[in-house]
């Protein structure tokens, strides 16, 4: 089966894939990737005024469930300063306590661990439901509860070791490579 490659749409294309269904996860404990971040800004209401915000897609991993998705938005507002400060210890960017320059560039593909609830709206005169985040956990709870993977055990802002092998091997890599020695080399 070959993959499709994705492609924008002509207003004449036609189309024949179904919508993948929408999952309501039961309320609990998940641990998370952030698949996306976008800036944007919130245009202010009654209770918060216009400032930016960060809207983020989050990749929930439920056993039952497989990964969902789930959207989170967080505003840039010392009003809500306590919630940026939940999200960056939950993902392992800021230690209790401490300060933090929010680093926006090492939030895709961060990991984390979540508590996820229902949260019922009302949407063009019907009751709705879907899940939200309710808090982020210390970046730990997510090491306690990740699968055995080492690389998964390392902090998401360090950077992994560059492979600093030539791409096609030489000739001291083939001797190095059969037991050889090389002369220099320690």
């Not at 641990?31 to 918060?48: H, Y």
């Not at 709705?128 to 990740?146: A, C, G, I, M, W």
């Amino acid at each position: 089966m070959s993959q499709e490659v994705e492609r924008e749409l002509g207003w004449d294309d036609e189309i024949e894939k179904e919508g993948s269904g929408f999952i309501l996860l039961p309320p609990g404990d998940y641990n998370f990737t952030v698949a996306k971040f976008e800036r944007g800004r919130f245009q202010g209401s009654d209770k918060m005024p216009p400032c930016n915000q960060a809207k983020l897609e989050l990749t929930i991993h439920s056993p039952e469930h497989g990964d969902v998705t789930v959207f989170h938005n967080l505003m840039l507002h010392t009003k809500t300063e306590g919630f940026l400060s939940n999200f960056f210890t939950g993902i392992g960017q800021k230690k209790p306590g401490e300060k933090l320059r929010m680093n926006w560039n090492a939030v895709v593909g961060a990991k984390g661990r979540c508590k996820i609830v229902e949260n019922k709206y009302m949407s063009k005169g019907e009751e709705r439901v879907n899940n939200q985040v309710d808090t982020f956990y210390p970046y730990e709870e997510y090491l306690k509860h990740s699968a055995g993977n080492q690389a998964q055990f390392q902090q998401p802002q360090q950077q992994p070791m560059q492979n600093n092998q030539a791409p096609f091997p030489t000739n001291n890599q083939n001797q190095q490579q059969a037991g050889g020695y090389t002369p220099g080399q320690f």
